[in-house]
């Protein structure tokens, strides 16, 4: 019956896992979209700002 237990222990654990690697994952893309985006309106603003 123990060995049943660490089964769905370790399960768990592993799903724990699993969700916040996806988690921080679909930050670090979210980031870098948000990165991306302030980085092209910064160059409108310089191309902007030389004419």
Sequence with gaps: ???VITVIAF???VGA???AGAYTIKEGINQAIEFNENL???KENQDNAEL
């Design 40 to 42: 092209e309106k910064e």
């Design 17 to 19: 896992l699993a969700y």
């Design 1 to 3: 019956m123990g060995y």
């Design 11 to 13: 399960a768990l654990c």
